[in-house]
RNA sequence: GGUCGCUUAGCUCAGCUGGUAGAGCGCCACGUUCACAUCGUGGAUGUCGCAGGUUCGAGUCCUGCAGCGACCACCA
């Protein structure tokens, strides 16, 4: 049967069949009952839930590719493992997506209204989403399918429900007016971290408000004191200067603080400034929020548009106007003149009006981060509004601690005190969406004034028993509803047996962008409503980069499309490839200019494991093979060296796996099977695995491959499932020891630390010096591959050399040696000496024509010299050296250095040839 | 502005608690005898950012400097 299996792996051929089978054979599937029950240890991950309408990307490969390593170690381990996967119905993103297929056709959701809007949406959900679930199974992820779960499904209604509710019945829930972040594209409020701050140049313009003449005498003593802010215009009106990066906010704005002790105004608090353009008559007030050195000492106060002049507003009782539409054009409340403007032209045509007044003090060129909003980019606007928040200190608390602790721990640990940072000032979290597309906030309004927040859709006034109640209109952020994820899969709040089962989880795996939109939020949820910490790690890998190191993104067409990639080189060679860049702490890069390049590596190596295994399948034959305890007496020193291997390699990755050091895991078994047992165990063994071989070595023989093979594909399937899995399946069964059905729930390698072997180690780590030196004495000497040589060995510990008897074989696969002598031997030759101390000699009489050889040297010293000799010379001549360029001078230097070195070897190797 | 990180072979990066510099890709040469040319064998290439210091010994620890980056906050 392993005769059929094809010289070149064809990952088309086997993937898609193995994936079915795993899914047929119900591996990837575990009932609450195998914890419950059966009293197994449980290993839960749910996934980071890609938005619905997402399409596959490299960061979902590297992502989903991660936690399923992670899951087939754990499976294979024997926890009852289960990994959750599921969608996110992403509110904004899907919205945008959906309002841009409407705009396509010349329309705006205002005129299909939310009814019809939201319908459409589930339509485009119903369709197109959750392929990206599919998209998944083709790199091998082994989510337990069964259990998908979308963040809209009516159990997690329920959930959210239950949520907004009791933090709500809690104080943790509250309603009110405060600045927030507000996107003018998208029409909806964001929470602070969805608003992106960007460095931007921009300009600080300084402008001049005049003040009222009951101001003018305090405003000279302050002048006359030193305050630079305070001037006199032409006509002699005094005033005074503040500064803004946003001109067309000073429309709204409602007065002018200074700092209580700030010296140079004194007298100038509770004066009244003529707000020029709005014409408005605004005070000055002193608050402690103004920094007196920085600028003017003196702040514009614009209370409906700007954080910090929203609590100096209340604390001083200036008044609020809110000057922009929430599209962002000027409103009512601003001189007709300027009604309906965008923002942006507004801010010119505020300047060109302050200008012709000669109010505009001058600008300065000023960088400082603007807000962006992280769905579309728009510039975000800080726009007073009304809105649900949650209080957010509270929940902090049990989280941070956890942190604290080491009950949930960071890697890479850098993000530890990021998160505790994010922690310790925490905000309050604005949670509604002026959106249609997500949960709908679970709060009635009567007319009679009564506010209903309830489970379940009231039909009454709880007040006033009217029918007539409204719905608040708005939704609640996406992340209110991903924060329950860990346990909303489960059922939350029925105590369901799956909820027991397995929550917490165990590791989270997902990218740093998120910690605190999801991940640091999922932990207090869970705190919070479950009494513990959502899972035990945190794992954060990097990003996935271009050669250049950008992220990867479709606006910047620099992305590998993952299907691609299992499409041409198999979802193993891509798994592979993302495992041996998983370094703790950085980026993956690749180059999508050439996908070939990035992906060789993996294809290369599934290649060799399915060459590997079609070799070792074909020598082995499928008669069953002895165990290891019955043929021990007869393993050879190069099967005790291989076991030992095998063994080290076992503890390194699982050691590996422990600590998420996966790209360790992945280079230290890529060595492990190429470099140990392709390259020197497959090559040492080969004779003995001839029909004509002596019946006990063949058998030991048999029976170490076959358990080196077991052992090395168990440890290799969660990087790469596919081909490991196809080989694993043909293996020859071993006497009394029956394999399990699958792969995929074969044993983790553990318990091989009786076959660490140092003796054999050292032994064979001889043997392998003295090969390598061969090879290269033979190579340095031109001694054809096809030429059959004798070598002398002599000194070196004792037995080594009697331990080269019985690998005579194995010296000629590997080195073309076709016999071994002790004793220096004479003549003419190369010699070398090896590690151990043994010594050598590799005659050349008659192995090649020594003669030829010599004058070939010879001749080429000649060269050389002749060479050196010319260099010399232009470096001996000074007016080379004065007037050539420095860079040619440097040049013929190291270019002398380079010959000389070239010819001294070459004298040397001559002179040893001559010996 | 605060915090943290990075700077090692042509490229992408490993190097845990200090002990003779590593991998993959790329490059050069040779090689198809029976697992694999998606292969084999051999080879070349590094003042480990710069400057000091601690140490018998520093890529690894300390200090300073330069360049790059990330996260957070934000003063108008």
Redesign the pocket.
């Known amino acids: 049967m392993s005769q059929d299996l094809p010289?070149?792996?064809?990952p088309r051929s086997i993937e898609p069949a193995r994936y079915r089978g795993w899914q047929e054979g119900g591996y990837f599937h575990v009932p609450a009952s195998a914890v419950l029950e059966d009293g197994r240890e449980p290993y839960v991950i749910v996934i980071p839930p890609p938005n619905v309408t997402a399409a596959l990307h490299m960061g979902h490969g590297l992502n989903n590719t991660v936690q399923d390593v992670l899951i087939r170690w754990r499976r294979m381990q024997g926890r009852a493992t289960l990994w959750v996967p599921g969608t996110d119905h992403a509110g904004i993103a899907t919205q945008n997506v959906v309002e841009r297929q409407l705009a396509a056709e010349g329309l705006h959701r205002d005129d299909v209204g939310r009814e019809k809007f939201v319908e459409r949406v589930w339509g485009f959900v119903t369709e197109t989403g959750g392929t990206i679930l599919d998209q998944l199974k083709a790199i091998g992820a082994s989510c337990d399918w069964e259990r998908t779960r979308f963040t809209l499904d009516d159990e997690l209604r329920r959930a959210v429900r239950e949520v907004f509710v009791t933090l709500y019945e809690q104080g943790l829930i509250y309603r009110g007016e405060y600045i927030i972040n507000w996107c003018p594209r998208c029409l909806t409020a964001l929470s602070?971290?969805e608003a992106?701050?960007e460095?931007t140049p921009g300009t600080?313009w300084h402008l001049r408000y005049p003040l009222g003449e009951e101001a003018w005498a305090a405003a000279e003593a302050a002048r006359d004191a030193g305050a630079e802010a305070i001037g006199r215009l032409d006509d002699g009106t005094w005033y005074l200067t503040?500064?803004?990066?946003?001109p067309e906010t000073m429309l709204g704005d409602t007065g002018v603080?200074v700092h209580p002790g700030d010296e140079r105004y004194e007298g100038l608090v509770g004066a009244s400034v003529h707000l020029p353009l709005a014409r408005r008559p605004i005070p000055i007030v002193a608050d402690h929020?103004?920094?007196?050195?920085?600028?003017?000492?003196?702040?514009?106060v614009t209370p409906a548009h700007?954080?910090?002049d929203f609590e100096i507003a209340g604390r001083t009782g200036l008044e609020l106007v809110d000057v922009l539409t929430p599209d962002a054009r000027m409103s009512d409340a601003v001189p007709e003149a300027f009604r309906g403007l965008d923002r942006f032209e507004a801010r010119e045509a505020v300047l060109e009006a302050l200008e012709d007044a000669g109010l505009l003090a001058g600008t300065d060129e000023?960088t400082?981060?603007?807000?962006h909003c992280y769905r579309c980019g728009t510039v975000v606007e800080p726009r007073l509004s009304e809105q649900w928040f949650v209080s957010m200190k509270p929940l902090a608390e049990p989280a941070l601690q956890a942190s604290k602790d080491g009950t949930v721990t960071f890697t890479p640990v850098?993000w530890q005190?990021?998160y505790e940072?994010?922690m310790e000032?925490i905000?309050d979290w604005c949670i509604s969406r002026q959106l249609w597309w997500g949960h709908r906030i679970p709060v009635w309004y009567c007319e009679c004034g009564q506010v209903i927040v309830a489970r379940e859709d009231p039909t009454a006034c709880t007040e006033c028993g009217s029918e007539a109640l409204e719905q608040d209109p708005d939704v609640l952020d996406t992340w209110f509803s991903s924060q329950l994820w860990p346990f909303s899969v489960f059922g939350w709040p029925e105590e369901t047996d799956d909820l027991k089962a397995f929550y917490p989880g165990h590791t989270m795996v997902t990218a740093?962008?998120i910690?605190?939109f999801w991940v640091a939020r999922m932990i207090m949820m869970g705190y919070h409503f479950r009494g513990e910490a959502p899972f035990a790690d945190v794992y954060l890998h990097g990003t996935v980069?271009d050669?250049?190191?950008r992220k990867m993104s479709k606006s910047l067409g620099n992305g590998i499309d993952p299907l691609r990639v299992v499409e041409e080189?198999g979802a193993d060679?891509m798994r592979f490839t993302i495992v041996?860049?998983c370094?703790?702490?950085?980026?993956?890069?690749m180059?999508h200019e050439d996908v070939e390049?990035t992906f060789?590596?993996g294809?290369?190596?599934?290649?060799?494991i399915w060459?590997?295994g079609?070799?070792a399948l074909?020598?082995v034959g499928d008669e069953p093979v002895r165990s290891l305890d019955e043929i021990r007496g007869d393993l050879a020193a190069e099967d005790r060296w291989v076991l030992s291997r095998v063994a080290r390699a076992a503890e390194q990755a699982t050691n590996g796996l422990e600590r998420f050091?996966l790209?360790?895991v992945a280079?230290g078994l890529?060595?492990h099977f190429?470099?140990e047992i392709?390259?020197w165990y497959?090559?040492v063994v080969?004779s003995r695995l001839a029909d004509a071989a002596e019946p006990a070595s063949r058998e030991a023989a048999r029976a170490t491959l076959v358990t080196v093979l077991d052992h090395a594909l168990r440890l290799l399937h969660p990087i790469v499932p596919f081909v490991t899995a196809e080989l694993w399946a043909r293996l020859p069964s071993s006497d009394g020891d029956e394999r399990a059905g699958d792969l995929i729930v074969a044993p983790w390698p553990s318990g091989t630390d009786g076959w660490l072997d140092e003796d054999a180690e050292a032994d064979f780590g001889a043997f392998q010096s003295l090969?390598?030196e061969t090879?290269?004495l033979?190579?340095?000497y031109g001694v054809?591959?096809?030429q059959r040589v004798t070598i002398h060995v002599h000194g070196g510990p004792d037995d080594f050399l009697a331990g080269l008897s019985k690998r005579s074989a194995a010296l000629e696969q590997?080195a073309?040696v076709d016999a071994v002598e002790s004793g220096s031997g004479v003549g003419v030759g190369a010699n070398a000496v090896l590690?151990n101390g043994a010594e050598l000699f590799l005659p050349l009489e008659g192995v090649i024509d020594v003669e030829r050889e010599r004058s070939r040297m010879a001749a080429e010293i000649e060269k050389l010299e002749g060479l050196l000799t010319g260099v010399r010379a232009r470096l001996a001549n000074e007016q080379f050296v004065n007037n050539a360029p420095d860079e040619v001078v440097r040049k013929a230097r190291e270019n002398a250095a380079q010959l000389e070195e070239q010819s001294s070897k070459l004298r040397e190797k001559l002179a040893r040839l001559a010996a």
């Open positions: 010289p070149r792996l064809d602070n971290e992106e701050s460095e600080l503040v500064s803004t990066t946003r603080a929020h103004v920094d007196p050195d920085f600028g003017s000492g003196m702040v514009k700007d954080k910090n000023h400082h981060s603007v807000p850098h005190r990021v940072h994010w000032n905000q740093p962008e910690l605190f980069r050669i250049r190191g080189f060679a041996s860049q370094a703790i702490g950085t980026d993956i890069s180059d390049a060789a590596a294809r290369n190596f599934a290649n060799k060459n590997a079609r070799f074909m020598s050091r790209h360790e280079e890529y060595h190429w470099g392709c390259d497959l090559e080969k090969v390598a090879r290269r033979r190579k340095e054809g591959e096809g590997l073309r590690p």
